[in-house]
């Protein structure tokens, strides 16, 4: 039985504020009816979206503030002046009990420095990383970090592959997730340094909560070779960025050829079953959510530009995460794994290939 939660959500946030929040966390009300809301920014707008939704009115309470955070304001700017903000009040309320998770669709680089500053890292986790949700052809994977870091060291690379798992876990509901380092190739001598030291690490490692699977290339991501796709910031957000861009290409493809000639719009009006199904599958806004993992505490970054499906899944992804423990497994997680760490390194810090210690900048 789904037990309660308390979702705090930046109204404010994202290309439409209220007017999308609201009747996302309507939608995802209507799908899980234990949530509960708390609302951060302007009441009168709130209070006017919410009053088409009485089902939501009674499970929410709003907190009013003038203060927003801007889509263009630098991650500098918005920790000097955000406190008070209707994106900084949920991370609070998550820090200090009063929610169990946040969301938000603003500004993504001044979500992840405040819930840095706010929520803090596990310890043991140097740097925190974006986990988005990635459509596959079995079913779906995680892929982090996309975006957060650029560059990472093995260590935390290897850190990456635990709190991956570790929402494997919560989202998949798969007890040992198989993961995966991207790539240029499968070989053991190909990748840069940091990349074949993670490898090296994580096979040294004894009973990991997950199956390592070794190196993946980016064509195997889409196939769902494993349920956790680890790679560093750069990479990652790059290939994401290429993915979406994929996914409008072909739809626009499909668009065209179908509308080509008589005989084959007469075509697509037999198989528009066939092609709802594959918009249905191929939909970005079912897989919207950015979640920050590394946290002392669940914050979720919606696309700022979705509508109510869309932030409605992100609000889900955090109730899912909140529902499950998360927090709890993947401190218990890290912990273990930089014990072992530890004990096979005989007590001195693991170097990397390039010398200098692993999980180090």
Known sequence: MASPKTIALDAMGGDHGPEVVVPGAALSLERQPALSFIFY???PRIEAAIARHPALRAKARIVHTDHVIAMHEKP???????KGSSMWLPLEAVKTGEADAAVSAGNTGALMAIAKLVLRPIAGIER???????????SECIVLD??????ATAGQLADFSLMGAAMARAVFHIERPSVGLLNVGTEEMKGNEDVKA????????DALPLEYKGFVEGDQ???GTVDVI?????????????AEGTAKQISSYLRAAMTSSVLSKIGAFLAQGGFRVLKEKMDPRRVNGGTFLGLNGIAVKSHGGTDAFGFASAVDLAYEMADSGLIARLTADIDVFHHRLSGAAG????????????GKA
């Not at 500098?76 to 955000?82: I, N, V, Y």
């Not at 986990?131 to 079995?138: D, H, L, N, R, S």
Request: net charge positive; glycine share 14%; aromatic share 4%.
């Open 347 to 358: 007590g001195s810090q693991p170097q990397s290939a390039t010398g200098s210690p692993l």
């Open 198 to 205: 993670a490898h090296a690490l994580l096979k040294s490692i």
């Open 41 to 43: 920014g302007d009441q």
């Open 128 to 138: 925190p990383a974006i986990a988005a949700i990635w459509p596959t052809i079995k």
């Open 221 to 223: 991501i889409g196939r």
């Open 230 to 242: 680890v790679v560093e910031g750069f990479a990652g957000n790059i290939a994401l960025k290429t």
């Open 76 to 82: 500098s700017q918005a920790l000097r002046r955000g």
């Open 146 to 151: 996309v975006g957060a870091n650029i560059g």
